[in-house]
């Protein structure tokens, strides 16, 4: 989702702090029940998203 083919979508965040993942993004990932993901936050304030893979433990 580089370049040219950048996206937007947007989550709702529930009263329990829970994050609803749209799900073209959890197609986009193949992000399944009981999957984990990560926010990976840059030195510039911009959050980075991911499905968790063995590597980024």
């Known amino acids: 989702m ?3 083919n950048k996206f937007r979508f947007y989550a709702t965040v529930s ?5 609803f993942i749209p799900k073209a993004l959890q197609n ?3 992000i399944g029940s009981r ?3 990560a926010f ?3 030195d510039d304030g911009s959050v ?4 968790k893979t063995k590597r980024l433990s």
């Open 2 to 4: 580089a370049g040219k």
């Open 15 to 19: 009263d329990r702090g829970q994050i």
């Open 28 to 30: 986009y990932f193949g």
């Open 35 to 37: 999957d984990k993901v």
């Open 40 to 42: 990976i936050v840059e």
């Open 48 to 51: 980075r998203f991911r499905k």
